[in-house]
Nanobody, 123 residues
Framework: QVQLVESGGGSVQAGGSLRLSCAASGRTFSGAAMAWFRQAPGKEREFVGAITWSILRTYYADSVKGRFTISRDNAKNTVYLQMNSLKLEDTAVYYC????????????????WGQGTQVTVSA
């Protein structure tokens, strides 16, 4: 059974930093991308960032470019999201996703999802 387990969420003041982790178990995602999405109350789930398997190419939403960094440790089957200079609008539930081999920004191309972790940014 494949599981993605996120950790590292919490509350932080604007301008602060958080680091999210997502550990995958049940299979390795060789050849597939891992990604982060987020969903704020009343909004659709949106793409945040993705990273490919082999050459570790990264993709980011415009809203987080320059502030967030996605990385992965293939040996640990884990993906990370370093979030710096957090803004109020970054408040959301952050979800880890895995399994896309194309169109990495599209949520419907990811077969596996974590349960989500809350990130709350306050003034």
């Amino acid at each position: 059974q494949v599981q993605l387990v996120e950790s590292g969420g919490g509350s932080v003041q604007a301008g602060g930093s958080l680091r999210l982790s997502c550990a995958a178990s049940g299979r390795t995602f060789s050849g597939a991308a891992m990604a982060w999405f987020r969903q704020a109350p009343g909004k659709e789930r949106e793409f945040v960032g993705a990273i490919t398997w082999s050459i570790l190419r990264t993709y980011y939403a415009d809203s987080v470019k320059g502030r967030f960094t996605i990385s992965r440790d293939n040996a640990k089957n884990t993906v990370y999201l370093q979030m710096n200079s957090l803004k109020l609008e970054d408040t959301a539930v952050y979800y880890c996703a895995a399994g896309a081999t194309v169109l990495f920004m599209r949520r419907d191309f990811y077969a596996y999802w974590g349960q989500g972790t809350q990130v709350t940014v306050s003034a």
